[in-house]
């Protein structure tokens, strides 16, 4: 389209926007890696580099065919990823009979309200449900051993993913269903499941119309998560005691020592034959994310049942390294991602790290080994629920796709 629309030159206009997306990375990484004028300097670069060469653009005339082109890119993409994913249902499993004593731990505080606002205890009482509000200071896992202890034969939790990991863990152990109504602030992993997180009740449809979900668990030593554990600078941030209240002046204000002072983490991680060092952050998913925006809101996943962490490291120590970064996701370059059965996560120097798991702030020895444990959990959900994950989540092998293309046959496998 550009070349219909502007001939050859605007082939010259390419370098221009690279140069822009570059110019860009260097000022986020000065906005968050520095303080004083060179703060300053990089919010404004981070916004007056893309916003200039959109100008440029659209002084020269190619702006619309720009914009058209990358939005057939973006067609042609999608495209493909859907014609290339097995276009199967996550495996189920029908529940034929209802749970005699199903046991629920509910937060109060959890979402700011959630368990109170939407009336859950009632409504999980009605449903036969047996109801443990979680007091401060009280041990969940503890509660969850003993609710299996009294025979409960159903756990499910409303609240955050942290306590739906505690206790997931414990369901787990005894081969129990495991239930989950989306009580917390974010529930990542209620979105992953296709629950409708704006109406927490509606999963307790599952108890007595519902189907059951094998998915797997991620381990970071001996702590389970079901979403993530992050390393680096994100678990670094959110031990600060202010984190909870003021995220975003929190992170402003402890980002520059951790990114560029002595405070500075130096992760090194290996998995299989890929060994990275000098990483600042490192967050490894239960099951791969399509699109990490950080470790806060680390995107979706399209299947839990993989068997894979998934792994996304940010090694940028320096302008040029920030610059870099637009190249993409590579081992050799300022962002790693990749899939992997196990990972092993070390510091430079200490023999603890500070870990992020489910946003909930742990300390573990270090090295720390992170495994995926394949089907652990059987999960019962809705029979009908608003987002039901399709299960392929294959990445494309494309060196076949293009063999195929080209009429070649493929090696044997």
């Known amino acids: 389209m550009p070349l219909v629309a502007a001939g050859l030159r605007s082939v010259l206009w390419v370098p221009v926007g690279v140069a822009g997306l570059a110019l860009a990375a260097v000022g986020v990484w000065w ?6 004028v060179l703060r300053v300097l990089g919010a404004f670069l981070s916004v007056a580099a893309p916003v200039t060469v959109l100008a440029l653009y659209a002084a020269s005339g190619v702006l619309g065919p720009a914009l058209a082109s990358l939005a ?40 700011g309200g959630k368990v109170g606002r939407f009336r859950l205890a009632e409504k999980a009482r009605a449903a036969g449900c047996r109801v443990a509000l979680l007091d401060a200071g009280q041990d969940v896992v503890e509660l969850a051993r003993r609710a299996v202890a009294e025979g409960a034969d ?32 974010r529930n990542h992993f209620a979105l992953d499941l296709g629950l409708d997180r704006d109406d927490p009740a509606a999963a307790l449809h599952a108890l007595t119309d519902g189907v059951e979900l094998r998915v797997d668990l991620g381990y970071a030593a001996d702590r389970v998560f079901v979403n993530n554990a992050s390393f680096g600078t994100y678990a670094s941030v959110v031990t600060d005691p202010a984190y909870r209240d003021a995220k975003a002046r929190t992170t402003l204000r402890t980002l520059p020592g951790l990114l560029t002072g002595e405070d500075a983490p130096g992760l090194r991680m290996r998995a299989g034959r890929t060994h990275v060092d000098g990483l600042q952050a490192l967050l490894v998913g239960n099951n791969p994310y ?41 081992s050799s370059g300022g962002l790693v991602r ?19 798991i489910d946003g909930e702030h742990v300390v573990l020895p270090s090295p720390v080994v992170c495994r995926s444990a394949p089907g652990a959990l059987r999960v019962r959900v809705p029979r009908r629920r608003p987002r039901t994950p399709r299960g392929g989540g294959a990445t494309a ?4 796709v293009a063999r195929s293309a080209l009429g070649r046959p493929s090696p044997p496998r």
Request: hydrophobic letters at 45%.
């Open 290 to 330: 399509g699109r990490v925006v950080d470790a806060a809101r680390p995107g979706r996943r399209e299947r839990l049942d993989s068997g894979l962490l998934g792994l996304v490291g940010v090694r940028v120590g320096s302008t040029a390294e920030a610059a870099r970064v637009v190249r993409g996701p590579r």
């Open 72 to 111: 057939l890119w973006a067609l042609a993409v999608t495209a493909a990823r859907t014609a290339l994913t097995p276009d199967r249902p996550a495996s189920e499993e029908a529940v034929t009979e209802a749970p005699h004593a199903p046991w629920v731990l509910m937060n109060p505080r959890s979402g």
């Open 154 to 185: 159903l756990l499910a939790v409303a609240g955050g993913d942290g306590t739906q990991a505690l206790v997931a863990e414990v369901a787990a152990r005894h081969d129990l269903p495991f239930l989950v109504i989306p009580a917390g602030t």
């Open 31 to 36: 906005a968050l890696a520095h303080t004083g």
């Open 338 to 356: 990749l899939n992997a059965e196990e990972v092993v996560v070390e510091a430079g120097a200490g023999g603890t790290l500070p870990v992020g």
């Open 397 to 400: 092998d494309w060196p076949r």
